[in-house]
């Protein structure tokens, strides 16, 4: 999963554009995926940007712009303990709701786990969020 991590740490800080004139690079990421998008300030494009980024580094994906659907991948790999790189997926507003996040798995310290992934302050970031909105860990493999 080095690939993976290196691809998306390849475009680091890449930023969303509040309003309708969106980042031509996000709305690509959407086009290459089937999706049309037509502003990326009002898309969640964290599962966006991990599907494009495990496509083009051949691994299976959701195909999917919602991070749950990360948790149904056809031979999901269940990790209890996380390894750098593991899919880490979460849960927004309630662990009922259909909302998420998903990213990869950088490190944890404490109640907090910091992953690699879009949409995260606006932008493909490191950032750090509660463990105990976890819903789950995958490995992805490749196609």
Not at 36 to 52: K, Q, V
């Amino acid at each position: 999963m080095t690939d993976l991590l290196l691809a998306i740490l390849a475009d680091y800080g890449l930023k969303e554009v509040d309003g309708p004139q969106s980042n031509p690079e996000i709305i690509a990421m959407g086009k290459d995926l089937g999706f049309d998008i037509a502003d990326d300030s009002t898309t969640a494009w964290c599962s966006l940007a991990m599907n494009y980024y495990a496509k083009k580094c051949g691994y299976e994906y959701s195909g999917k712009l919602d991070a749950r659907s990360w948790l149904k991948l056809p031979l999901p790999i269940i990790v209890l303990k996380p390894q750098l790189g593991d899919l880490v997926v979460f849960w927004r507003e309630s662990p009922e709701s259909w909302k998420g996040h998903v990213a990869l798995f950088i490190a944890q310290d404490g109640n907090i786990v910091y992953c690699l992934g879009g949409n995260q302050g606006n932008q493909l970031s490191i950032a750090g969020y509660p463990r105990d909105q976890v819903l789950g860990y995958r490995s992805l493999h490749k196609k």
